[in-house]
């Protein structure tokens, strides 16, 4: 059984970064694509990029280039999730998914970014 | 860029049948998948490839496409089907699309 486990809550300043990890256990954590998603309070699901651990190279939704980093650690089996320059609408929950096929067949628990001053 | 649109709300009483509709530009040339999402908790994969179960998922959910609509139908409606519902695709021009959500209510 393959899961996701996403770090804890965050609350972060304006203008600062945050990076939340995602750990996968259960099963060949690097051939598959793990993409990123998140979920402002009360909206729908917002892809944001994504990443195949084995290659290395991130692929980014256009609204997040340049803000996001996508990156994998095959030796621990987990992705993370850097965004920087942050903003109060930045404020959601940030969730890590497993890609097969083009579905996402299991996500993390989520991790909620909070941006407040 | 690519829209999938999905009906904010739909309601249905239970043991009754809930259709849950998608529309996008030729969808049907398009693989659709479909995510339940509960309030609180991640989103969970109902249907992919447009009409497949992953093992779990009960047989009262089905998917179906035709020309510029994707549809989700739960059949027999329960109480635990209260959700958010979300419908989903890719391609190599539009990465990844999701639509707006829809809630479904059980009356």
């Known amino acids: 059984q393959v899961q996701l486990e996403q770090s804890g809550a965050e609350v972060k300043k304006p203008g600062s970064s945050v990076k939340v990890s995602c750990k996968a256990s259960g099963d060949n954590f690097s051939t598959y694509t793990i993409n990123w998603v998140r979920q402002a309070p009360g909206q729908g699901l917002e892809w944001m990029g994504g990443i195949i651990p084995i290659l290395g190279t991130p692929d980014y939704a256009q609204k997040f280039r340049g803000r996001v980093t996508l990156t994998a650690d095959e030796s621990t089996s987990t992705a993370y999730m850097e965004l920087s320059s942050l903003k109060s609408e930045d404020t959601a929950v940030y969730y890590c998914?497993?890609?097969?096929?083009?579905?996402?067949?299991?996500w993390g628990q989520g991790t909620l970014v909070t941006v407040s001053s | 860029s690519y829209v999938l649109t999905q009906p904010p709300s739909v309601s249905v009483a239970p043991g009754q049948t809930a259709r849950i509709t998608c529309g996008g530009d030729?969808?049907?040339?398009?693989?659709v998948h479909w995510y339940q999402q509960r309030p609180g908790q991640a989103p969970v994969l109902v249907v992919y490839?447009?009409?497949d179960r992953p093992s779990g998922i009960p047989e009262r959910f089905s998917g179906s496409t035709s020309g510029n609509t994707a549809t989700l139908t739960i059949n027999r409606v329960e109480d635990g089907d209260e959700a958010d519902y979300y419908c989903?695709?890719?391609?190599?021009?539009?990465?990844?699309?999701f639509g707006g959500g829809t809630k479904l209510t059980v009356l």
């Open positions: 030729n969808i049907g040339s398009k693989t």
């Open positions: 490839d447009d009409s």
């Open positions: 998914a497993r890609v097969i096929g083009t579905s996402w067949d299991y």
């Open positions: 989903q695709v890719w391609d190599t021009t539009i990465d990844w699309v």
